[in-house]
């Protein structure tokens, strides 16, 4: 990120949301909201003065809100740029940071911004959620975690230190129980597959076994679905390192109220016995879903979903970078969650797809496209609604526009007006009447 | 299509080309029935 940071042709526009994009491709105008630090991002040097003088804590939801940070702070270690930011409505303004801060850089007075840029293209990359259900008990039994929370606990940086310590009690747990696809692959919550999860039950039992080997570690899964360069092998690896993978589902789950320990009930494949037994702590996989600033994009910039609700490709398998909209592109889990190495070939993808238009400086279009006739038209706004492209405006004089760049030549417009007001040139009403005429002529 | 497999198909069909389904009427699905078709396949 850093590198990124100090590229001379990129610009990061940290803390701030896309909240307008109108034009066509070439001629994107983007109001992007720059949202108030309170601090000044060219004053702030990240030294942390006014961190250590806050008096406030609050959940840190970098790690999960497994620990506290203050209320002024950076967002994480690595955070590019690494400039505080106040939150604003925990903060009691006893202005402790202000006197701190050696090049005055904190400003309560700081308002939200609006920008405009112009783009010639856009890349989508607004990632992917955690599901987090109240499946299993998580939310209620407190050493229920998901795989997120684990990774923070995991992390040399994390909440813990690295060291595996379970919610309740901050005890190591020994024997863990990971559950694969919660919340996925279930017609009552997500039908998909969200294709990241069984390697990552992989990975992070592997970690656990080898940091500890004496752990005693069960995953439970419909399939191990280890597709991919070298994860079968790495799943190969896993078993053989004693952690046991059982094809099964847990049943019924419930919390020993004196250890917080997890009592769990599940049918093994291919056996008649219900087994149970008892876990110091249970680790979900859960599901990804698109991400809250992925249906947030999606609405800003009209962008068509698939049934699963990630961002919809051009076409899934001759184009899955492209949108229906010339000049957006797509990267990432926004698109459908995927593995690294996928997210990282789509990025590049995205990137080289997007330089061509803008190296050749031109855009060809076709010419069969909308044409609006203002006098027939009732301004009953079908057409604006119908178009799957928002080719379609009224202008200030309350007539019918259509943009001839976005315009894609479908003919939806035509066919859903009820007066006839708007045809498509070179595929007009008389044209194909008189076709179907003479396909089908009648006697009289 | 139908040329690219090399399938044959009967003088019975029809066909109309448009850019997209998008593109068809109502009113000429009807146009089609009120001239003798007996159906009207919209392909795309």
């Known amino acids: ?33 720059r949202k108030a630090r309170f601090v000044d991002e060219n004053k702030c040097t990240g030294c942390g003065q006014c961190t250590s003088v806050c008096p406030i804590y609050v959940p840190n939801y970098f790690d999960e809100n497994f620990s506290v940070r203050k209320c002024i702070d950076i ?34 007075s700081q308002k939200d911004e609006i920008i405009e840029i112009e783009a010639g293209t856009i890349i989508v990359a607004t990632g992917w959620d955690l599901y987090q259900g109240d499946d299993y008990g998580y939310g209620t039994y407190d050493n229920v975690i998901t ?71 069960v995953v439970c899964y419909i399939d191990m679905r280890c597709a991919g360069k070298m994860y079968e092998e790495y799943y190969r690896r896993a ?38 037994m008892e876990f110091d702590m249970v680790i979900l ?65 995205a990137a080289s797809t997007a330089s061509i238009p803008m190296k050749h400086e031109k855009y060809t279009i076709e010419l069969i496209r909308g044409q609006p006739d203002n006098a027939r ?44 007001a708007i045809d498509l040139a070179h595929y007009k009403d008389i044209q194909y009447v008189a076709y179907i005429n003479e396909l089908l002529p009648m006697e009289n | 299509m139908a040329g690219t497999i090399r399938a044959q198909y009967p003088v019975s069909l029809r066909t109309v080309l448009v850019p997209c389904t998008g593109r068809v009427d109502p009113d000429a699905i009807m146009r089609a029935f009120g001239r003798g078709a007996d159906g009207v396949l919209i392909v795309g």
């Open chain 1, 75 to 108: 967002a994480f270690a690595q955070a590019v740029p690494a400039v505080s930011n106040i939150e604003r409505s925990s903060c009691v303004e006893c202005f402790a940071c202000v006197d701190s801060c050696d090049v005055e850089a904190i400003d309560f």
């Open chain 1, 147 to 217: 795989q997120i929370q684990l990774e923070r606990i995991l992390a040399p940086n994390g909440p813990t230190f690295g060291h595996l310590k379970r919610p309740s009690d901050r005890k190591r747990p020994k024997k863990i129980l990971f559950i694969n696809c919660v919340g996925s692959r279930n017609v009552d919550t997500n039908a998909y597959c969200s294709v990241v999860c069984c390697n990552l039950s992989v990975k992070n039992s592997k970690l656990i076994k080898s940091e500890y080997p004496d752990s005693e570690i």
């Open chain 1, 239 to 276: 078993r053989d390192s004693g952690i046991l993978f059982i094809k099964g589902l847990v049943g019924k789950m419930r919390e020993d109220p004196l250890t917080n320990n997890l009592i769990v009930q599940f049918e093994p494949v291919g056996t008649d016995s219900v087994v149970e």
């Open chain 1, 1 to 33: 990120m850093l590198e990124t940071d100090r590229n001379p042709n990129i610009e990061i526009l940290s803390y701030s949301e896309v909240v307008n994009v109108e034009g066509y491709i070439g001629n994107f105008r983007v109001k992007v909201k």
């Open chain 1, 377 to 420: 038209c009732a301004k009953c706004y079908k057409c604006v609604e119908a178009c799957p492209y928002g080719a379609i405006s009224i202008n200030e004089e309350d007539q019918i526009e259509v943009d001839i760049i976005s315009c894609r030549g479908c003919g939806i417009c035509a066919a859903t007006c009820p007066s006839k």
């Open chain 1, 285 to 349: 996989s859960s599901a990804s879903l698109p991400s809250q600033g992925t249906n947030n994009i999606a609405s800003v910039m009209n962008l068509e979903k698939t049934p699963d609700g990630f961002l919809k490709e051009a076409h899934a398998r001759l184009d899955p970078i492209s949108t229906k909209i010339a000049g957006i592109y797509l990267a990432g889990s926004c698109q459908g969650q995927k593995s690294i190495e996928l997210a990282v070939s789509q990025a590049k993808g």
